[in-house]
Nanobody, 124 residues
Framework: QVQLVESGGGLVQAGGSLRLSCAASGRTFSSYVMGWFRQAPGKEREFVAAITWGGGTTYYADSVKGRFTISRGNTKNTVYLQMNSLKPEDTAVYYC?????????????????WGQGTQVTVSS
């Protein structure tokens, strides 16, 4: 099993920044992909960003491209989501997720492990 714990959410004004962290523990894989998803009230959970652990290739949803940056920590068990120029429509619960293998995926059903989520609220 893999345990994922997110932190760093909060309340911020439009135009501000937040950095989310996700700490992974437990079983490790030789290769895996870490992703961030978000779910706003009344909406389906959607892909935000992903990073392949081996090569560090990153992927972003069009809605956050140029504003959000996903990165790995120096230790191989932490992933970050730097969120800049935040908008009210970014308000959601943000979830960290992990899948084994090296293939990128933006489909949440491809991910095996999930964190409990952290709330991000952007006021206008």
């Amino acid at each position: 099993q893999v345990q994922l714990v997110e932190s760093g959410g909060g309340l911020v004004q439009a135009g501000g920044s937040l950095r989310l962290s996700c700490a992974a523990s437990g079983r490790t894989f030789s290769s895996y992909v870490m992703g961030w998803f978000r779910q706003a009230p009344g909406k389906e959970r959607e892909f935000v960003a992903a990073i392949t652990w081996g090569g560090g290739t990153t992927y972003y949803a069009d809605s956050v491209k140029g504003r959000f940056t996903i990165s790995r920590g120096n230790t191989k068990n932490t992933v970050y989501l730097q969120m800049n120029s935040l908008k009210p429509e970014d308000t959601a619960v943000y979830y960290c997720a992990a899948k084994s293998g090296s293939s990128y995926a933006n489909n949440l059903r491809r991910y095996d492990y999930w964190g409990q989520g952290t709330q991000v609220t952007v006021s206008s």
